[in-house]
């Protein structure tokens, strides 16, 4: 048999306040300010033999607006694209890019020589390269076949 609390009208006011918040909160994340919203840039992360790169997509964004750190073996860019526009400017008829912070984090393996990070920025797109130690690249090894 289960069993379930009752609650009275008093109980579910005193919620009230608490549900009524998550639902602004989400009115004004869908809604509100473009500056407020939050959002993700694109990131592509390829592996190669001799390091992993990283591309991001930060179109509109200055470089002073961006800051990559590379801190216990995790590579974080963060930065925040700004929304521009003059007050008396009037005609926007539709506003679709997000603009305000962000943060991306990725966790580093063990095989990537922290000393090796170059990072570069240009018309939108930075570009991490982290390269990877002497010991953890692919290598052949010839094995000799005694034909007896």
Do not use: C
């Not at 008396?88 to 090796?116: V, W």
């Amino acid at each position: 048999m289960t069993l379930t609390k009752y609650r009275n009208l008093w109980d579910e006011l005193e919620d009230f306040p608490r549900s009524m918040k998550l639902f602004e909160d989400t009115v004004n994340r869908a809604f509100g300010d473009v500056a407020l919203r939050p959002w993700t840039p694109a990131v592509d992360v390829v592996e190669t033999e001799n390091e992993l790169a990283f591309t991001v997509d930060l179109p509109g964004m200055k470089q002073e607006d961006i800051d990559v750190n590379l801190e216990n073996g995790t590579l974080t860019i963060k930065g925040q694209r700004r929304f521009e526009h003059e007050e008396n400017k009037k005609g926007y008829h539709r506003i679709e890019r997000s603009y305000g912070a962000f943060s991306r984090a990725f966790a580093l393996p063990d095989t990537i020589d922290t000393e090796k990070l170059d990072a570069s920025y240009k018309d939108g797109v930075l570009t991490i390269k982290a390269g990877k130690r002497e010991a953890a690249k692919p290598r052949s090894v010839k094995v000799a076949v005694n034909n007896n």
